[in-house]
Every structure is written in C-alpha cells, then in structure tokens.
C-alpha cells in the first residue's frame, strides 16, 4: 500500500523517458517495453522526476482542474502503482534538492490518466539483447 | 579489483583481454603465412577511413559487399577503424580454444572488459574483439561458406554499432532516400513500409542509403546527416515479388529463421547508392491501405513513438544510454515530421517523398 508521502524517482538504469508538448514516452529497455502517457499522465510523470511525493501530487492536480480530489486521488494512486508494478520508478527516500516545481495552468480538460503500453518489440530484444555498463570513451 | 566472470551460454568461461590477444595472435598468424591469400579495401563509414584487412580471398568477397558503395580509393592517413579478418577454412589457421558451433541459429553473445574497452562479439561461426581505445576490430571466421544470411547482410553489424556510437553517429532503425544530398529519412518498426517506401524511391532514381539502419549524426550547425552502414536489404517472399527487378538477384535464407530473402543492391543498382544525405524531414510509412500514398503531419511524439522503440531497443550497446534517447528526442523536436499513409498502390510513393522534398529541400 503507497503511503501518501511516498516519493518515487525514475528508474534510471532501466527506463528513458521524455515528455514533449503534454506527452510522454517512457521506454524499459531491459525488458524492451515502452509506454506512453497523455495530458494528465505525463504531469504525473515530470512530478515524479521533480521529487514530489504522492500527496503532493494529487494536491497539485486538485488545484490545477476543477474536479473531485478524491477523484484525483484515486487516479493517482492507480497510475503510480501501475508505474511501480512495470518497474518504470522506484520508491526513494531521498528528498528533492529542490523545491518541486509547480506546473502552470492547465489548457485542458481532467481526463483520468492511462499507461499506455507496447509491447510489440519485447519478442525482438531477446535476439540482441543490450549491454549494459560500457561506458564512454575518454576525450 | 576482481575481475568478473562471464561465462557463454555453452557455460565457457571468456576473458575479453585474453581473448582479444588471442584474435589478434591468430591474425597475425594468417597474415604472416599467407601473403597470398591477402585482401585489402578502404571504406568510408560516417565520414571516416577504413582500412579492412583480409586473409582468405572468399571471406573477402562476401565481407566486401556489403559495404561495396562505401569503398575509397584514397589509401593516406590514419584509420579511423582497422578491420582484421581471417577465414579457418581458406588458411588452415584456427582460433585457439575456440571450436564452431554446428547450430547457426543460435544468437550473438557479447562480452566487455571490466573497463568496457574490449567488447568480444561471440557467434556459432565466427569471434570479434574490438578494441575501442586503438581503434582495432579483429575477428575470426571458422567457413565463410557457413556465413549467416544475416552475417552477409549486415556484417559485423553489433560491433559497427558501437563503433559509431563512440564517434557520436547513432545508428537508427530507419531508411534513407535522398535527391542531389538532401534527405527524407524513413522511421518505423519492421513491416510498417520502410523498405517499400526506400526500395520504390530507388528504382525511381532517388539516392538510396538504406532501409533499414542509417548512422544519425548531429552536425554543428543543428542539421543532421544520415550516413548509410550496408547495401543489404531483407525481403520477405511476398513483399519481394513486389519488386520484379530484385528477384534475379534474391539470395534466399537457408535456417529456418531465416525467412526473408537478401539482395545486394549493389548488384543491381549500383549507382543509385549513395553515402550519406542531410536529412531535410522524417517521414514515417505506415499501412492503412489508402488508394494512394498521402502524407499528413506527425507529432513529435508520434514519430518518437514510432522511431525510438526499435531504434534503441534492438541495436545492441545504443539501448542502455539514455543519452541515445535523449539524442533522438533532440533530432525530431527539430526536424519537420509527417505520417506517409500507404496502400497497395506503390508507384506514388516516389512522388510523395518528391514533394516532401519540394517544401523541406
């Protein structure tokens, strides 16, 4: 069960994620899964890179849309055990170094938040499977 | 500092420096004892010389020729690479402590030094070190006659991989075509239409570059160019019958995983291939069965969506590095992209990838 002060961070050493205009693509590539996520999910997501708990969360989406906190809440709750449970982000102690940022007004409508998943290139990444830990050249 | 074990699936216990020296041993060997049985070419990968070195003149034909349009005349300065093959069954030279495996279907295994600088690409017939920090890939092959169809389409294709990825050239899962240097790039997993989409803008006499993986290099100025790797391209029967002049030429698989057929382009078109273009838009072929091909805009996410997965995930070494993410992210905020709507009709491809020209050029 997530306590609501729960703070998460992304997986880094599995997961590369971006978020562009509202949208977010989130790729495991140890198990060659990849997601996407819309509007609401990918505030979700840039929350989780800033450090807020799961509380905070559900806070800022209550005063960002005009809609039931609990409501938010709950859609909260479920994305972020549906992240937890595809390992795209662990549970972490560690404080923000910084104060979370605060997203700005939202110029559109709350819609419950989906995890997109894709899992049509997972048969494939056991063909090739990646390397791990090689490194960079030094300059 | 311990070093850490790593065993091959046959349960062999590998020491990539040791197993380096060893590549390198066996080379020096085919080479000092066989002047004979030499080859040598020059190419051109990503803008860079590379010498490549043979020893077993049957194992130079087919290395060559996947990298036939790449080839350089000029001889002088450093290599960028140095390539150093031999074959066991023209020289007689073996691998020590290496015998083949008689099962071609089972997959590459990779192995890297503690310091990552040696990486050992292990395959049932053939071994490669290459040694990142002197720029030198050796490799041993027991039969060039036992070469896997995939071996003779994209030779050395992992251990390339990560070479231009240490030169900051990402090579992608994508096609190529190009008019007079500039480019329209093609992203999508397999079977969305890249093949058809490069293969039908080549016989219309656009510069082909690839189909399948081209080298995404960031140039100063914010542009980006994509450098062709191999002249192969991989059908399937049905699609292959799509284009009649191909099937002279289709060389088919002979393992059961083996289900599509290679061509050569530089058997059959040599002079529409090309080296590299500037990449002026992405377009990204997708079936929806449409009376003719019609392109619409993408979204950036839609084509990262479409383009990353495969990109990363499948090439090997590129997977692991966010950064490779992030660089292609970067590359499509900053490049026009739009959905290339395909049909059974074929013939107006060309004339899509024309306009798109047109306005992007």
Redesign the interface.
Known sequence: MLDSNTRLRPNTDDVAAKVIDGEAIIMNLSNGLYFSMDRVGSAVWEMVEAGLSVDEMSSTLDARYDVDGDAIRDDVNRLVAELLAEKLVLVTETEPSSPPSTLGAADHPYSSPTLNKYDDMADLLALDPPMPGLGTLPE | MTEQTRLTRAGVEIHPDVEYEGLTGGFSQAWDLHPELRRERWFTFADLPIRMLVVGPGLATDIFRAFSHLQRDDRTGPPALTISLWDEGETGIGLRGVTPEDDLNE??E?F?SD???V?ITARPQTRTGLQ??ERKLVGWVADHGRLTQYELGRPLH?ELM?WHK?RNVQAIHAGLVARDGDGILFGG?GGSGKSSTALTSLKAGFEYMADDYVGLKELGDGTYEGHSLFCSTHLEPGHLRRFPYLLPHAIPGRLPREDKSLVMLSDVLPDGLSRKARIRAVALPIVVGADKPRLRPA???EA??RL???S?????????A?G???KL?RFL?NIPTYWLELGEDMEEIPMRIGELLERHG
């Open positions: 997959h590459g990779n890297a310091d990552g600088m990486v990142r920090l992992s990560l240490d997993p979204t950036t996410i990262l969506l990353a997965p495969s990363l995930i499948l090439l090997p070494y590129a997977g692991v966010a490779e993410f992030e992210s905020e």
